[in-house]
């Protein structure tokens, strides 16, 4: 069975621009959690979409923003990037709150 | 605000020494606990999943305990080897909120 997958796992982008991440969960699960790691720091929540919509969101600018799609995958964009947006962003999906989280290898988004 | 603190930040033992980790909370009303290591610059790999009823939970050399009503867990590693090398976190699942909430890590380094 695939674990969490992530796409793309590394780029480079310019400061100001605009990048999208993606996250397919396993099969069957359908929350999804978004964290941001920057280097040195832990681990801090982003989102989290349950069934298509969002359900929480944690202390981000609104140019951190998401979607899941009908299918459970979801998307991560970041408009307007700033240097202190590089980081390692990771997606976790598990079926419900009681049960394991799983997370994907991350995606490694340097700005510069 | 749930708060989670992991105890130590570092730890160094030399290979076959029997080690714990610990892992505090201040809101106890969880609805588990979970234990991850991350390999530098990876993600995370999900090592035991504590629910709020349980004391504890074995996965071969490993062992995590959990009090919820002190607040506390341990993760119990036995006869350590080098590649236990990583850095260890613990979260918590609380509230509607659902998202896991993460400890800042222990940096495990076992030595031959």
């Known amino acids: 069975e695939a674990g969490v997958t992530q796409s793309p796992t590394h780029l480079i982008k310019t400061r100001g621009q605009q990048v999208t991440l993606r996250c397919s969960p396993i099969?069957?699960?359908?929350?999804v959690y978004w964290y941001q790691q920057a280097l040195g720091l832990g681990l801090q929540f982003l989102l989290w979409y349950d069934e298509g919509e969002e359900r929480n969101r944690g202390n981000f600018p609104p140019r951190f923003s998401g979607r899941q799609f009908p299918n459970y995958s979801s998307e991560l964009n970041v408009n307007a990037l700033e240097l202190e947006d590089s980081a390692l962003y990771l997606c976790a999906s598990r079926w419900t709150v009681y049960t394991e989280a799983f997370f994907g290898q991350g995606t490694r988004l340097t700005v510069v | 605000k749930q708060e989670v603190t992991q105890i130590p930040a570092a730890l160094s033992v030399p290979e076959g020494e029997n080690l714990v980790l610990n892992c505090s909370f201040t809101d106890s009303a969880i609805y588990n606990l979970q234990w991850f290591r991350q390999d530098p610059g990876k993600g995370l790999t999900s090592l035991l999943l504590?629910?709020?009823?349980?004391r504890e939970q074995t996965s071969g050399r490993l062992n995590a305990s959990l009090d919820k009503s002190s607040g506390r867990s341990t993760l119990y590693i036995a006869a350590s080897q080098p590649g236990d090398s990583a850095t260890y976190l613990c979260a918590v699942s609380t509230g509607t909120a659902s998202k896991l909430t993460f400890g800042t890590g222990t940096r495990l380094q076992v030595t031959l």
């Open positions: 504590i629910q709020s009823s349980q």
């Open positions: 099969s069957g699960h359908t929350s």
